[in-house]
């Protein structure tokens, strides 16, 4: 069977586009302005793919929108405008009610204005189309990685794929990391931060939604570059690294958190930011120009690991 990218690739990529940036980064980009572009992008969530039939509906409306918000951030840019399209087996009105306050407690956490969508019946599914602004000269592509580039990510991996398995009873999870997996899975928290100021700090950028591993790879298969991880490295709680090593972290997906490329000369220009905007921001490995992604261990030991990430059709 063909798998997601292959699908779209195969069917719906044809040539390029008119536009600045059409198929293959975060969100396609065109002309707002002389110094800016419109990034433009969309994410859908469905009943029993993306979330449990028992999510809280006031997260599922955050969450709904941070997937989307999370696209805008990957590109360099900045958040706007959002139209929602909401498909519901009933009219629940207690329901629609809680999902409207989480979606609009995203809204205003970021910056975005609901400016339009459609409303429909059939099985539950949320799909977010959402604009943001990128400067020109901030914008990060996921095609602009370098040789000698340092990896960062934002936040933590691996919890919300934790919170996931302790919903479907996988895992036993200790007391002190149930609230906080869950959290993670059901209301992801992209950084909120000036992306224009991070962004002139770095080379490209994705966001990680199916998997450290399978969203890097965009980023080498497309700048044409290589990657070392440094697997000790990796911002996950230390219970996860004991009990379930590295697995979590690089292929549990879900996490909402951006992957960036930046040079070695601005490392501590991105402590001093994630210093002074109170973000946790991690060197997880370098960019090399052979075009393999190894898996190191302090010791020298590489790790080979097969469960690339989520794939829709596998
Ligand atoms: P992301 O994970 O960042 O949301 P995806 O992996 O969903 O991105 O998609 C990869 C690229 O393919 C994006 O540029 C997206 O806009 C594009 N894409 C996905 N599905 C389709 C489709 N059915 N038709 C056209 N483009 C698509
Ligand atoms: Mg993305």
Redesign the pocket.
Known sequence: MLK??E??KKN??KGSASIFL???????LFEKNKDSYWAI???TLNIDTHFLSNTNPENLGWKSLAVNVS?IL?MGGHPKYALLSLSMPSANELWVKKFSRGFFKCAKNYGVELIGGDTTHGSLSISICILGEVLKSNVLLRANAKVGDDIWVTGELGLAALGLKYKKRKFDVPKALINKAIISLEKPQPIKVDMQKLAKLSNSA??L??GLIS?LEHILSQSKVGANIFLESLPTPVWIKEKKGFSLALSGGDDYQLLLTAPEGNRQKLIQFSTKNQIKLTRIGSITANKNMALMKANGQLLTFKEKGFEHFA
Do not use: L, N
């Not at 059409?22 to 396609?28: L, P, S």
């Open positions: 997601e990218f699908i779209i719906f990529q059409g198929i293959g980064d975060d969100a396609a992008s969309q994410d696209d990957a994705i966001d939604s199916d969203d």
